[in-house]
């Protein structure tokens, strides 16, 4: 099998660092790109996109497979089937210290030209990366660098921006 034909590191990635995660006791985030072959509750899409807890006290029958992530949640009492193609994750992340993973955002952003990937939840780090629409789709882009000062204190709040002399966080491109 040549390059070309192998199948996208993207899943195993995403079960990668779901499990370092939940194995160091923190909360996995997937943000979404959504579209129409994206199954969640439209009223909490923002600006296109959709922040996800996947923990496992968050969902049920959770299966990260190779083509879609699928589980059950609750969202404001209600029970949803969710179901997300795995090609339009854009990151998954811990909740309390934004440390991830970023991907290129999916193909049909990229045929629109100057396309930027920016996460959708303040809780981590909201610096846009340009994408290069030749580029591969396999390419990876990690979350590097948080301020320990800057976390919250438990709660979903977005955290201000760091003091003056404070580290923020960067996207670190892996090629």
Request: with cysteine; glycine share 10%; proline share 10%.
């Amino acid at each position: 099998m040549t390059a070309p034909e192998s199948t996208s590191t993207r899943p195993y990635l995403i079960r990668a660092l779901y499990e370092w995660c939940t194995d160091n006791g923190l909360t996995p985030y997937v943000a979404v790109r959504v579209d129409d072959s994206v199954q969640v509750p439209r009223e909490y899409v923002k600006d296109g996109e959709i922040v996800l807890n996947i923990s496992f006290d968050a969902t049920s029958a959770l299966q990260l497979g190779n083509d879609f992530i699928e589980f059950k949640a609750r969202f404001g009492g209600k029970p949803r089937e969710i179901l997300v193609p795995v090609g339009r994750v854009i990151a998954i992340y811990a909740r309390e210290n934004g440390q991830g993973m970023a991907f290129p955002p999916p193909v049909d952003m990229l045929a629109g030209g100057d396309a930027t990937v920016a996460l959708a939840d303040a809780s981590a780090p909201s610096e846009p990366m340009a994408v290069d629409p030749e580029s591969s789709e396999d390419r990876v882009v990690q979350l590097v660098g948080v301020d320990e000062g800057n976390k919250d204190a438990g709660g979903d709040a977005p955290r201000p921006p760091p003091a003056s002399g404070g580290t923020r966080p960067a996207l670190k491109r892996v090629k």
